[in-house]
């Protein structure tokens, strides 16, 4: 899961762009991801390359293996959209 705080709009944008080329919106600025480790460092790099560190964050969580069970380590209130697991591809 990959969650980002970006202050300036230009970046903010492009970093949205970045993610949904990746992973799935679950919320505004939060993405489930399931990559392979190519993938994931490709990721990073392209978003280290956009951020600025000193005024944006970024934050990663390792859900654990893409199994099915990472699906009960969330709860939510409110309004939400279903979370449909995805077909897993090994590179």
């Known amino acids: 899961m990959i ?3 970006i202050a300036d709009p230009k970046r903010l944008r492009y970093v949205y762009k970045i993610m949904k080329g990746y992973g799935s ?3 505004y600025s939060v993405f489930r991801c399931n990559l392979s480790p190519r993938k994931f460092q490709t990721l990073l790099s392209m978003i ?4 600025d560190k ?7 969580v ?3 293996p893409s199994d ?3 699906i009960n380590r969330f ?5 939400t959209k279903p979370i449909v697991e995805e077909q897993v ?3």
Do not use: A
């Open 3 to 5: 969650c980002y705080d």
């Open 25 to 27: 919106p679950m919320q």
């Open 48 to 51: 280290e390359d956009v951020i």
């Open 54 to 60: 000193e005024e944006d964050k970024v934050m990663i």
């Open 62 to 64: 390792d859900l654990g």
């Open 68 to 70: 099915g069970t990472w």
């Open 75 to 79: 709860t939510f209130m409110g309004i």
């Open 89 to 91: 591809y090994i590179f």
